[in-house]
């Protein structure tokens, strides 16, 4: 399975439980339209990624009083549409105070703690399974690892849906973190071996 795959099992999930998200994902752009708006990127986003704004351009929340968390594409995060995540890219690389630092990251998901999910992305191909991280301001490390490619990270938020694991009260998701930890562990075992060799205590 692709990662449209997992996206539409995902969205079915949520259209099925009534969450409000679905109300708010943005029909995809075209292959043509999503090239022209990111021509002037210094980095190339993976395919998989180019392929997923095919099939949504993130959230657009058209309702002030609805709060983040209702709008979330899984526990606590929400999917930032192409338009946004390249404003947040290009401010982030405009903030890095070293010049000679390349970010070679790209925004797909944000929290209402002002961190982002960012996919490893590649200055020359588009071909790279970019590893998705955790930007964290806030943290010494700035970086933490959280799933071996954008697909895999499509197919534990699936299992997750699957077995229950996240489930939607009062009107939003929640998520019981020990299962959602193992099921992280067991389908992204490069994001674990990374995990434990940079948290050597």
């Known amino acids: 399975m692709d990662i449209i795959d997992y996206a539409k099992l995902i969205y079915?999930?949520?259209e099925e439980e009534d969450a409000s998200v679905v109300k708010?994902?943005?029909?995809?752009?075209s292959k043509r339209e999503i090239n022209e708006r990111i021509?002037?990127?210094?980095?190339?986003l993976p395919a998989e990624l180019l392929s997923l704004y095919t099939w949504k351009n993130g959230t657009v929340n058209r309702e002030s009083a609805l709060s983040l968390r209702?709008?979330?594409?899984?526990?606590?995060?929400?999917f930032l549409t192409l338009e946004e995540a390249i404003d947040i890219y290009k401010r982030i690389t405009y903030l890095i105070p070293n010049k000679d630092f390349s970010f070679d990251f790209f925004p797909i998901f944000y929290d209402s703690g002002?961190?982002?999910l960012v996919i490893e992305c590649n200055k020359k191909s588009d071909?790279?399974?970019?590893?998705?991280?955790?930007l964290d301001f806030e943290s010494e490390d700035?970086?933490?690892?959280y799933f071996d490619s954008l697909t895999i990270m499509f197919k534990t938020i699936w299992e997750c849906f699957k077995n229950r694991v996240y489930i939607i009260k009062d009107g939003y998701l929640r998520y019981d973190s020990t299962k959602e930890s193992?099921?992280?562990k067991e389908l992204n075992p490069k994001t674990s071996e990374w995990y434990s060799s940079n948290h050597l205590s």
């Open 142 to 145: 700035i970086f933490g690892m």
């Open 182 to 184: 193992e099921i992280m």
């Open 24 to 29: 708010f994902l943005q029909e995809g752009k």
């Open 39 to 44: 021509a002037n990127l210094p980095i190339k």
């Open 114 to 116: 002002g961190n982002y």
């Open 12 to 14: 079915n999930w949520l």
């Open 70 to 78: 209702h709008l979330c594409f899984f526990p606590t995060m929400y």
């Open 127 to 134: 071909s790279i399974e970019g590893r998705i991280f955790e």
